[in-house]
T-cell receptor, first 115, second 115 residues
Framework: GAVVSQHPSWVICKSGTSVKIECRSLDFQATTMFWYRQFPKQSLMLMATSNEGSKATYEQGVEKDKFLINHASLTLSTLTVTSAHPEDSSFYIC???????????FGEGSWLTVV | AQSVTQPDIHITVSEGASLELRCNYSYGATPYLFWYVQSPGQGLQLLLKYFSGDTLVQGIKGFEAEFKRSQSSFNLRKPSVHWSDAAEYFCAVGRGGTSYGKLTFGQGTILTVHP
């Protein structure tokens, strides 16, 4: 079964609104989670590293005030796209490192469409 | 910073033919290397990974990859392609040490399989 659960799988929102995507680790503690974005017909790009109990680390070019990341517990990281625009429409996917080492678990991904 | 190049954007093969997808990486130390497959509208599935040891890595679905340090390559191979292998394939490199889960992806190679 899934080790990392991501929700929602699909979301449509209106321009200017905010949408939250959740990434949960099941049955293990994830102190670090990663958020990626994939625009249509493009590759996956790392957006930020989410650390439990501290501020996320954003990659260059990613607006931290627009993409709010919260990692308040060892099993949950959330990505909130604020004031969404159509150009934010993308596939967002999270991942985490397994506790046993050398294993990376990806969530199922979330398709965001901003209309 | 690490980088990954997949020279072939699109490859077409006939069912039953052999396949090789190319991947070249740039990284100062010994990299962690991965191959993922993504079907349309789906998330990522890990095919195989290389961390250390034997440079020929066996993965799922009959895939294998060979790490060649001298060529900075990690090419993916399959001796006989099935129609269900049609998908997009991503090579990725992760940093070693404490944060191997932070991946840099290549641009992806779309595989089309003709009957």
């Amino acid at each position: 079964g899934a080790v990392v659960s991501q929700h929602p799988s699909w979301v449509i929102c209106k321009s200017g609104t905010s949408v939250k995507i959740e990434c949960r680790s099941l049955d293990f503690q994830a102190t670090t989670m990663f958020w990626y974005r994939q625009f249509p017909k493009q590759s996956l790009m790392l957006m930020a590293t989410s650390n439990e109990g501290s501020k996320a680390t954003y990659e260059q070019g990613v607006e931290k005030d627009k993409f709010l990341i919260n990692h308040a517990s060892l099993t949950l990281s959330t990505l909130t796209v604020t004031s969404a625009h159509p150009e934010d429409s993308s596939f967002y996917i999270c991942s985490t490192e397994g506790n046993s080492g050398n294993t990376i678990y990806f969530g199922e991904g979330s398709w965001l469409t901003v209309v | 910073a690490q980088s990954v190049t997949q020279p072939d954007i699109h490859i077409t093969v006939s069912e039953g033919a052999s396949l090789e997808l190319r991947c070249n990486y740039s990284y100062g130390a010994t990299p962690y290397l991965f191959w993922y497959v993504q079907s349309p509208g789906q998330g990522l599935q890990l095919l195989l990974k290389y961390f250390s040891g034997d440079t020929l890595v066996q993965g799922i679905k009959g895939f294998e990859a060979e790490f060649k340090r001298s060529q900075s390559s990690f090419n993916l191979r399959k001796p006989s392609v099935h129609w269900s292998d049609a998908a997009e394939y991503f090579c990725a490199v992760g940093r070693g040490g404490t944060s191997y889960g932070k991946l840099t992806f290549g641009q992806g190679t779309i595989l089309t399989v003709h009957p």
